[in-house]
């Protein structure tokens, strides 16, 4: 996602190069597969053939990352840097991220590791680093930065351009890298020896998104903050602005969201009705969301073009398209998340949760009645329920869109998931869980 602090040349380049230098690669559906488009100068749309099923992937300048099913972390595209050499012992991993030249994770313990370019510090101090040589500035020769003393373990991460975030497991956000434009945080905020600003003034926080030169977070209220440049309004409106020293801004006018993401000078945000809202630069369009777009799950940012997934699976791209990056292919099968490098879109493939569930409360003497939105190309679907917080246990199969479960005891309040599976591309995460009850 996000972001290049030299993107008046990288755009130069998109137009020289979009007729031998963009490619798409959709390989066969399947379970949680990668697919990619756009521009291709570096290979960071050749998706491996030996794959595998992911969990998320990410793109950066002109690399991209993903983590597989096992937990194990793969990157290809440009590796001038190193920012594709993945360090040999750096495990199980929880989520990946990638900046322009820089690649970080973070371990099952939540440690984050970065590799790549270090140049403005993006990756960490030079006390952090491990593997490479004396004064490595990035990971051509092997070198890794292990952020164990400066972070403790994290949550969450996102790469900016060349800056990093990171939400601690307390909730509270930390960043280091360049911060010209205070992307990371102002000079009260940076304490000890390794270079972190810590984002106290936020409060606790649920997700982050680094953009080219500015930052966003998603407060624990559901109101977005935003900090660092703001030269096409990408932070927000001067009476958004928090008055003291934390210079940020908190975008209560856009109401309660529930998805952020960050791109080159531009914001996306998907709102607790679905609506997807779009603010900051507009000069590709990127800002114009599709009237026809609806019940949206996921959002992503590019360097001037923005994604939207549906809740049917459906992938929907606008804005900057140089290179074919909001051309989503016509072969490309339903979906279950989406992500954006400078230039190009990626999609992981797979059968979408179904939505839309109710269940019966107290209206039948023997029975709950679930129903739910039916997901296309599903052959079947696996209902779950479960009590007072317990693992969800499997109840039952059907091929419709409705179950009927005799088994539950009366007046007991239970909660009802459903997963839906299809012959070509799998099985579905569980839904969101909905309540029912019998008399």
């Known amino acids: 996602m996000k972001r290049n602090a030299n993107w008046q040349i990288q755009v130069l380049i998109s137009f020289a190069m979009v007729f031998i230098c963009t490619a798409s690669t959709v390989n066969a559906r399947g379970e949680n597969t990668v697919a990619a488009w756009g521009y291709n100068g570096f290979g960071q749309t050749n998706v491996p053939v030996n794959l595998g099923a992911c969990k998320q992937v990410d793109g950066g300048g002109n690399q991209t990352v993903a983590l597989?099913?096992?937990?194990?972390?793969?990157?290809?595209?440009?590796?001038?840097?190193?920012?594709?050499?993945?360090?040999?012992?750096?495990?199980?991993?929880?989520?990946?991220?990638?900046?322009?030249?820089?690649?970080?994770?973070?371990?099952?313990?939540?440690?984050?590791?970065?590799?790549?370019?270090?140049?403005l510090g993006q990756c960490g101090n030079n006390l952090e680093r491990v593997g490479g040589r004396t004064n490595d500035y990035n990971s051509v020769n092997g070198a890794a930065w292990v952020k164990t003393k400066s972070l403790g373990p994290c949550k969450l991460i996102s790469a900016g351009a060349n800056h990093t975030l990171a939400i601690r497991q307390n909730g509270i956000v930390a960043a280091w890298g360049y911060n010209i434009y205070g992307q990371c945080g102002v000079p009260a905020e940076n304490t000890g020896y390794f270079g972190i600003w810590t984002k106290s003034a936020l409060g606790t926080c649920t997700q982050i998104a680094g953009g080219a030169?500015?930052?966003?977070?998603?407060?624990?209220?559901?109101?977005?903050?935003?900090?660092?440049?703001?030269g096409s309004g990408q932070c927000g409106p001067a009476n958004e602005r928090?008055?003291?020293?934390?210079?940020?801004?908190?975008?209560?006018?856009?109401?309660?969201?529930?998805?952020?993401?960050?791109?080159?000078?531009?914001a996306l945000a998907l709102r607790a009705d679905g609506k997807v809202i779009a603010w900051g630069s507009n000069t590709y369009g990127q800002c114009n969301v599709p009237q026809t777009i609806f019940n949206c799950v996921?959002?992503?940012?590019?360097?001037?073009?923005?994604?939207?997934?549906?809740?049917?699976?459906?992938?929907?791209?606008?804005?900057?398209?140089?290179s074919g990056q909001s051309t989503v292919p016509t072969n490309l099968g339903t979906c279950v998340s989406v992500a954006?490098?400078?230039?190009?879109?990626?999609?992981?493939?797979?059968?979408?949760?179904?939505?839309?569930l109710t269940a019966s409360n107290g209206s039948f003497t023997n029975q709950v009645a679930v129903r739910w939105g039916g997901?296309?190309?599903?052959?079947?679907?696996?209902?779950?329920?479960?009590?007072?917080?317990?693992?969800?246990?499997?109840i039952g199969t059907t091929t419709s869109n409705t179950f009927t479960d005799f088994t539950g005891a009366s007046k007991t309040k239970y909660t009802y998931f459903v997963k839906a599976s299809s012959m070509e591309?799998?099985?579905?995460?569980?839904?969101?869980?909905?309540?029912?009850?019998?008399?």
């Not at 991220?97 to 371990?107: E, Q, S």
């Not at 030169?213 to 703001?230: D, E, K, M, R, V």
């Not at 940012?301 to 923005?306: L, T």
């Not at 591309?425 to 008399?439: H, M, N, P, Y």
């Open 375 to 394: 997901v296309a190309g599903a052959s079947s679907y696996f209902v779950f329920r479960a009590v007072n917080g317990s693992a969800a246990i499997h």
């Open 298 to 322: 996921q959002t992503a940012a590019g360097f001037g073009n923005s994604l939207a997934l549906q809740s049917d699976g459906l992938v929907v791209a606008w804005g900057l398209n140089t």
């Open 425 to 439: 591309a799998g099985t579905s995460a569980l839904s969101f869980g909905v309540t029912g009850w019998r008399k």
């Open 68 to 119: 597989r099913n096992d937990n194990s972390v793969i990157a290809w595209g440009n590796n001038q840097q190193g920012q594709c050499n993945v360090p040999l012992n750096l495990g199980p991993c929880t989520q990946v991220t990638a900046g322009t030249n820089h690649t970080a994770a973070i371990r099952q313990n939540g440690i984050v590791v970065a590799w790549g370019d270090n140049s």
């Open 340 to 356: 954006s490098g400078d230039y190009f879109s990626l999609a992981i493939q797979g059968t979408p949760p179904p939505t839309n």
């Open 213 to 230: 030169n500015f930052s966003l977070a998603l407060q624990t209220s559901g109101f977005i903050a935003a900090w660092g440049f703001n």
């Open 242 to 266: 928090v008055a003291g020293s934390g210079m940020y801004w908190v975008r209560k006018s856009l109401g309660y969201c529930k998805q952020i993401s960050a791109g080159g000078d531009h």
